[in-house]
Each structure stands twice: as structure tokens, then as C-alpha cells.
């Protein structure tokens, strides 16, 4: 199932989550010097697949993200990315007096030795002293927004869900449609090749000669039973029966709600199977294309089925 959203947390207060399923825009938010976004993105597969981004410094939090991942999700292809910030105007550390005394006395010791070396401009000051500082860590702000992250992705798959159930329910009533339109045509086409059969099979007979050695009772009787088998096999009433009993049950998943996809899945199956066999059966034009028609509304259900949870 499709979905989006975005959260930002700093190292010691967070600020406010943004969750779209429809491209909506983000909401501003107040950040810390440093802070991490995490971004969920999730786009439609038949099976849960993670895939994560991150920065060396948060390798050790995958195993606990993708346990937060999986202990939610069940299906769809989640990408998840992690990113910092810090700011530049604060990233840089207030020199201190021991800093700046050890670092005085080691440039005192270099230039004893090599009387030439350049003494330290500040920017070199400065960077040791930030690289000696003791760095900020984000672990528990990035948990904190990932779990926000995962909240607002639900709520953006479930109004991405609410719309997919209106398309599906809307399918599953145009099926019935077809349905109902191919059952008052099975008669009269099982009528019409039960006729025909007859006249190939009396036009067999003549041409075989076969009613001058065998009477016209057993012959008669041999047709009947030769034409009710031909009925029996081109009768679609079973398939048609069946389909209308798998798009009731596709009607009470959509309605019921919960993890139904997978169900949903095979339900999918069945309906193309039926429609299958009705086109294959189909004795008529009007039946061939009422198949066709029930093919590409149940192929479009089940681009929409992977949608779901």
C-alpha cells in the first residue's frame, strides 16, 4: 500500500510528525541544533520488504527499526531513511581552558623540534577542539521518531485503504452486473448447441448410411444421451453460481476490514478461474464477451488487492 510520512526528533525535545498518503505538504516544526529525520516511504508489494538508509553512526539501531517495521506492517515494499542535521552555527564546540592549554603546550613541543613548522591558525584551533569533543548521540531521538514515523504511515495507508475498498466494492458490483446480464443468455445457447448437434449428428447419419443397420429407437436415444452430455459440458450456471458466492465473500473482507489481502489474494484467483472457464464454455458471442469484460474487472481488483494489508 502506498503512504508517506516524515518525522523529525532532536536530541533532547521533538518536534511534530508529517504523514501524507496524498502528496500533502509537510508541517513546519521547531528543531534542535542536532536532530534526525526519518522518512517512510511505501509503495505496493505482495510481501513485506524492508529496505533501510542510514548513516554509519545509526547501524546499530537496524536490527531495532526493522523490529518496529515488522511488528507493523505486513506487506508493501517500506524503504525507511535516516538522516541528521546539525546546526552550523552551534555545531562548534566552546574551546576549553585544558583544551587550549594541552594544545598550546603540543604546538610548543613541535615547534622545539622544527623551529619552522607554522604555528596554528584558528580554524585548526577549532577543529581539534570539536573533533576532541565527546559527540551528541541521536540513538534515542531517532527511535523516538521513527516510532512516530510508523504512526503516521498507518494513518496514511489506511486513508489510502478507505479509497481502495470504494474501487474494489465497485468492481465486485460491476461483476454481479455481468453476471446477471450472461445468466439469461445460458439457456438459449445450451438450447442452440443441443440443436445443432442434432442436425451434424442426423447428417452423419446419412451420410454413414447407418439408419438402414440400426433403428431409428436406439438412434434417437444415442443422440439425446450424446446431446444432454454436450449441454452439461458448455452449462457456465456452476461457474456463474460460483463466482457470485466468491464476490459475496470479497464484499464481507472489504466491509470487515483487518489484514485481508492475502485472503483477498486468493479470492482473486478463484474469480479469474471462473471467468476462464465461462470463456472457454462460452457458446455464444455474447457470452465470449461477457467473459472478456469480467476478465479485466477482476484483473483490475487484483492490481488493487496488493494495495491492501
Known sequence: MTGYASATAGAQSATDTTAA??????????????????????????FLDLGFRLP?????????????????????????RLNTHRDSEVSWPQPQPDQLNRLGRLEGTVQS?????QALSVHEVLQWCKGSAPSEKLDDAALDAAKRCVAGLLEAREREGAKTVTVLLDRVKRLHELAADAEPLVPAAIERQRQRFLDRWNEALVATNAAQTISQETLHERAVNEAAAFSIRIDVAEELARLRSHLDEVARLLKKGGEVG???DFLIQELLRE???????????????IS??????????????????
Open 292 to 309: 472478456v469484460e469480467m476478465k479485466v474487472a477482476i484483473e483490475q481488483m487484483r492490481e488493487q488487492v496488493q494495495n491492501l494489508e
Open 56 to 80: 554509519d553512526e545509526f547501524r546499530a539501531l537496524e536490527p531495532a527499526l526493522r523490529d518496529l517495521l515488522t511488528g507493523t506492517f505486513r506487506r508493501g515494499k517500506i524503504e525507511l
Open 113 to 117: 623540534w622544527l623551529p619552522k613548522a
Open 21 to 46: 498518503g496524498d502528496g500533502a505538504p509537510a508541517r513546519a516544526g521547531t528543531a534542535s541544533a542536532a536532530s534526525v529525520l526519518v522518512e517512510l516511504r511505501s509503495v505496493n508489494g505482495r
Open 262 to 264: 492475502k485472503r483477498l
Open 275 to 289: 471467468a476462464n472457464t465461462l470463456g472457454s464454455k462460452a457458446s455464444s458471442i455474447e457470452l465470449t464477451n
